[in-house]
């Protein structure tokens, strides 16, 4: 059975750190772009960070840049984003997702429908 599970999400003061973790089972993880993507309320889904395959190139959206960093261990199966400086507007269900043939930057554009996703989990940032 193909899953993405997320964990780590949470409640966090503003300014603080966060670590998720997207874990894969089913499948072949080392062949698929894997994106993380958030969505607040009333707002449409974006992609936050994604990474290749290979580990060999990263995207971020403007507005995380020099704060979230995305990372992968393929012999785990799983997926990091580290989030740090967090701000109230980064409050969101956090999801990742998986899509094999594709770049980075079309991953997070959403420019191709991923072949999976995980089921979200909420980070809350807030005094």
């Known amino acids: 059975q193909v899953q993405l599970v997320e964990s780590g999400g949470g409640l966090v003061q503003p300014g603080g750190s966060l670590r998720v973790s997207c874990a894969a089972s089913?499948?072949?993880?080392?062949?698929?772009?894997i994106g993380w993507f958030r969505q607040a309320p009333g707002k449409e889904r974006e992609g936050v960070s994604c990474?290749?395959?290979?580990?060999?190139?990263?995207y971020y959206a403007d507005s995380v840049k020099g704060r979230f960093t995305i990372s992968r261990d393929n012999a785990k199966k799983t997926v990091y984003l580290q989030m740090n400086s967090l701000k109230p507007e980064d409050t969101a269900v956090y999801y990742c997702?998986?899509?094999?043939?594709?770049?980075?930057?079309?991953?997070?554009?959403?420019?191709?429908?991923?072949?999976?996703w995980g089921q979200g989990t909420q980070v809350t940032v807030s005094s």
């Open positions: 997702a998986a899509r094999r043939f594709t770049t980075v930057q079309s991953m997070c554009n959403l420019r191709l429908k991923p072949n999976y």
């Open positions: 990474i290749s395959s290979n580990n060999s190139s990263t």
């Open positions: 089913g499948f072949t993880l080392d062949y698929y772009v």
